[in-house]
Nanobody, 117 residues
Framework: QFQLVESGGGLVQPGGSLRLSCAAS????????MGWYRQAPGKERELVAR???????EYGDSVKDRFTLSRDGAKYTIHLQMNNLRPEDTAVYYC???????????WGQGTQVTVSS
């Protein structure tokens, strides 16, 4: 099992920046991939960014060149730096972990990001 503790989020004006963090605990030795997804009202959940243990990072098309995903020295805390935010980035952002041992994903409770003037 995993515990995913998310932090960051909030209200920001267009063009502003926010930083989201997610710390995983529990069966962390079985983590294969960590990342962020988001879901806006009336839309499907979509990939924001994720990275695997081999160092591969993948970004959703709409956030490339604006968002940066990183992992700290402890490996099981990730940070999503979001720059040049747009109103269409407004969504609930969810931390996600894939466990190779369990063969399934785990989700955080979500944190709201609102981009509005």
């Amino acid at each position: 099992q995993f515990q995913l503790v998310e932090s960051g989020g909030g209200l920001v004006q267009p063009g502003g920046s926010l930083r989201l963090s997610c710390a995983a605990s529990g069966s962390i030795d079985s983590v294969y991939r960590m990342g962020w997804y988001r879901q806006a009202p009336g839309k499907e959940r979509e990939l924001v960014a994720r990275l695997t243990n081999d160092g591969t990072t993948e970004y959703g098309d709409s956030v490339k060149d604006r968002f940066t995903l990183s992992r700290d020295g402890a490996k099981y805390t990730i940070h999503l730096q979001m720059n040049n935010l747009r109103p269409e980035d407004t969504a609930v952002y969810y931390c996600n972990v894939y466990s190779w041992r369990m063969g399934r994903e785990y989700w955080g409770q979500g944190t709201q990001v609102t981009v509005s003037s």
